[in-house]
């Protein structure tokens, strides 16, 4: 099947046109949608320190007299097209994929952070280019995606990470790394230090406005404990991830490819888990993982299908199936206590 078929492009087509039609969903798309109105009625942002590429599509769109849709459909394109395209050799974790990006937590996120997410799955895609140590054409399409998000230097070093051996390393050890994180997590103070005493460093990555505000005590933006289902979920499945991953490897093959992917998405969860106490504009770095995390999942799922393993089988699918259900319950019963983002809206009725 050609990375062109219908079932591909049909896909993306449903997946841009959901996220076009969408309305008032999450507090960032409030803010992105403020910005692109007020970009078109006054010809200026509201807010002076968005990246140049992303400044100049969102000018480009909004002086050309488009509908918000279609500013919000382009990002949504770019997301799905580069994992899609990431993913081409690969295609039987396609519809994986698709469950678990609209059942999971990973749509409304995405819709949420959007110009990191683009980041995301451009890392899925730049993982072929670590593999075969294409360093120079990885370091100009970090630079590019630096013109989306500061952020994206922190992939600078990542690069390296495949190049580390790791033949030694058992499953042991990967329990081990990751009960340290949660237990280093549980104790954020040492955390609060390090960030009060990096000062300005955090503007290169985009931070330096979250910096001055957590210098300032503000209490939407003070650390705070995080141990619901969308923090121990992941943490489970990635315990699935690391007890299969042998047998994983074995039957899709040890291509490097994987072994990038598996090694990515540790990160994502160990970093996630590190930070898990502190606030979520701490978390959102190892949010630069989260589609490599994903992928990861998927191949699990695939794994665990096609070896007709089912009662783990079932534990992941509750594990990553939950996620919408689970919301849309806790927004009949506590409305007052969940974001916009939790229930579907559109401007078309």
């Not at 999971?104 to 110009?115: D, E, L, T």
């Not at 093959?253 to 969860?269: K, P, Q």
Request: aromatic share 22%.
């Amino acid at each position: 099947m050609p990375f062109a078929s219908w079932e591909i492009l049909m896909a993306i087509i449903i997946y841009v046109a959901v996220s076009s039609v969408r309305w008032l969903t999450s507090w960032d798309y409030n803010m992105y949608y403020s910005y692109y109105v007020s970009m078109q009625s006054v010809g200026e942002f509201s807010r002076e320190n968005f990246e140049p590429g992303f400044s100049l599509v969102t000018n480009l769109m909004a002086k050309s007299g488009l509908h918000f849709a279609f500013f919000f459909g382009f990002w949504a394109a770019l997301q799905i097209v580069l994992l899609y395209y990431a993913l081409r050799h690969r295609k039987f974790l396609l519809p994986w994929i698709g469950l678990c990006v609209m059942l999971g937590p990973y749509y409304i996120q995405w819709m949420n952070s959007i110009r990191q997410t683009v980041v995301e799955c451009l890392l899925v895609v730049m993982v072929e280019l670590m593999i075969r140590r294409k360093f120079w054409i990885y370091l100009i399409l970090v630079l590019l995606a630096t013109t989306l998000h500061k952020m994206s230097l922190l992939l600078i070093p990542i690069y390296f990470v495949p190049m580390i051996p790791g033949r030694a390393i058992k499953r042991w050890m990967v329990f081990t790394m990751l009960a340290l994180c949660v237990v280093i997590g549980q104790f954020p103070q040492w955390i609060q230090w390090i960030f009060a005493n990096i000062g300005s460093l955090a503007d290169y990555f985009g931070y330096g406005h979250y910096y001055r505000l957590f210098a300032g005590k503000n209490a939407i933006y003070l650390f705070s404990a995080w141990n619901g289902p969308a923090r121990v979920f992941p943490f489970i499945t990635c315990l699935f991830i690391v007890w299969y991953y042998p047998a994983i490897k074995k039957r899709f093959g040890d291509e490097a490819f994987l072994s990038a992917i598996y090694r990515l998405s540790l990160i994502h969860i160990a970093y996630l888990n590190i930070f898990a106490n502190t606030t979520l504009y701490l978390r959102r770095p190892g949010d630069l993982f989260r589609a490599t995390f994903l992928v990861m999942v998927c191949y699990t799922l695939h794994y665990l299908w096609r070896e007709r393993k089912w009662l783990p089988f079932a534990a992941m699918a509750v594990l990553n199936f939950y996620f919408v259900f689970y919301d849309m319950i806790k927004a009949e019963l506590y409305p007052a206590c969940v974001n916009f983002s939790e229930i579907y809206r559109t401007f078309l009725f």
